[in-house]
């Protein structure tokens, strides 16, 4: 019987977190948590995982900064209508 790969299932895995997050910035219920792990060191160890490296995660970090800041904008027009 053919063994899995560990180390490709485990940067599938981070792969998709990372994923699940960029995701979770526009549902209200999860974005907190979202925005902790992608301004923590939440994004460097999956990213790490991922095999990402330095420019690739400071990039998806000023991506996720930049959702962040779009969502905000967006929350504060919802509350002037």
Same mark, same amino acid.
């Given at each position: 019987?053919?063994?899995?790969?560990?180390?490709?299932?485990?940067? #599938? @895995? !981070?792969?998709?977190?990372?994923? =699940?997050?960029? $995701?979770?910035?526009?549902?209200? /219920?999860?974005?907190?948590?979202?925005?902790?792990?992608?301004?923590?060191?939440?994004?460097?160890?999956?990213? #790490? @995982? !991922?095999?990402?490296?330095?420019? =690739?995660?400071? $990039?998806?970090?000023?991506?996720? /900064?930049?959702?962040?800041?779009?969502?905000?904008?967006?929350?504060?027009?919802?509350?002037?209508?």
């Amino acid at each position: 019987m053919r063994q899995p790969d560990t180390s490709k299932n485990i940067t #599938n @895995l !981070a792969e998709a977190v990372i994923l =699940q997050s960029l $995701s979770d910035l526009w549902q209200q /219920n999860e974005r907190p948590d979202s925005i902790k792990f992608f301004k923590g060191s939440g994004l460097n160890a999956y990213g #790490n @995982l !991922a095999g990402m490296g330095l420019k =690739q995660i400071t $990039s998806l970090r000023k991506f996720a /900064n930049f959702i962040i800041n779009q969502q905000g904008t967006v929350l504060h027009r919802e509350k002037l209508c």
